[in-house]
């Protein structure tokens, strides 16, 4: 089975950087990356969070050439949003805590097309009255091949489609907003490198407290005793966000904050 790798925003943007002749440092990394390709070594899904970063990009064309780029890898290999994993991943988490069988949650998080990206389900169903389904019967094998396909990414190449996506907010740009006030309002945040220790902690209070206790709850733990014996200390909070590796690529993502907070609310 071809390993997954996952490329955070600012490697995509260096790999594209070196496909287009405008950079050298990602060029040992484009040449890996075509190779693992070629030999069904790796493959390389893109998550909503990429989605969002590519969009913010005003210019046409520089968005253009990153998305060419992002095309000719991910092959429609998707991650499904934070959002859709984040209480399955939470029970997850607590069950190896107690030493219980865990969910194999692959299939749920790993799918193909831009729909699996942004965590919805194409509807092949019309509802208008006039709507022939023996019509719809026949017409589904060019249409399911042409939904899958790698080139949906390059839609997002048209104005129109970015304009539309900034405007909805996405659910993960409000959070991270609201997570940085959180650590710049805190008086009790060190204003040195241990910032992003205060940001992992907010991040797992706000994003993972209310559900982890509704999980308890339904699981009978008394939340309490887990905390104390799963939450006292700064690895054990790292141990827990490895354990819930989609809720640690969106922290990831989010890795400005409590560092460089200017550079995220110029963005």
């Known amino acids: 089975m071809p390993a997954r790798v996952y490329l955070d925003q600012f490697a995509w943007v260096g790999v594209a950087q070196a496909h287009h002749g405008k950079s050298t440092k990602w060029a040992g990394a484009l040449e890996a990356m075509r190779e693992a390709k070629k030999a069904d070594a790796a493959i390389f899904p893109i998550s909503l969070s990429h989605v969002n970063e590519t969009v913010?990009?005003?210019?046409?064309?520089?968005?253009?050439?990153?998305?060419?780029?992002?095309?000719?890898?991910?092959?429609?290999?998707?991650?499904?949003?934070?959002?859709?994993?984040?209480?399955?991943?939470?029970?997850?988490?607590?069950?190896?805590?107690?030493?219980?069988?865990?969910?194999?949650?692959?299939?749920?998080?790993?799918?193909?097309?831009?729909?699996?990206?942004?965590?919805?389900?194409?509807?092949?169903?019309?509802?208008?009255?006039?709507?022939?389904?023996?019509?719809?019967?026949?017409?589904?094998?060019?249409?399911?091949?042409?939904?899958?396909?790698?080139?949906?990414?390059?839609?997002?190449?048209?104005?129109e489609m970015t304009k539309t996506l900034r405007e909805d907010d996405p659910a993960d740009e409000t959070f991270i907003r609201d997570l940085q006030k959180a650590v710049d309002a805190d008086k009790n945040v060190p204003r040195t490198g241990s910032r992003r220790d205060a940001a992992t902690g907010i991040f797992l209070m706000t994003m993972v407290f209310d559900p982890l206790f509704d999980v308890l709850k339904a699981m009978g733990v008394s939340p309490k005793p887990f905390l104390d014996a799963h939450m006292s200390t700064r690895e054990q909070m790292e141990s827990m966000l490895r354990d819930m590796p989609t809720m640690r690529t969106f922290h990831a993502a989010s890795g400005k904050l409590g560092t460089r907070p200017r550079a995220l609310r110029r963005s």
Do not use: C
């Open 56 to 159: 913010k990009r005003a210019d046409d064309g520089s968005r253009g050439r990153l998305l060419d780029v992002m095309a000719e890898f991910w092959d429609a290999n998707a991650i499904r949003p934070w959002s859709q994993m984040r209480r399955s991943e939470i029970r997850n988490m607590v069950k190896k805590r107690l030493g219980l069988p865990q969910e194999d949650l692959g299939a749920w998080a790993f799918g193909r097309g831009i729909g699996h990206v942004l965590g919805g389900e194409y509807r092949f169903i019309p509802k208008h009255a006039e709507a022939d389904s023996r019509e719809l019967e026949r017409a589904l094998p060019t249409l399911i091949p042409i939904l899958m396909s790698p080139d949906r990414l390059l839609d997002y190449k048209e104005p």
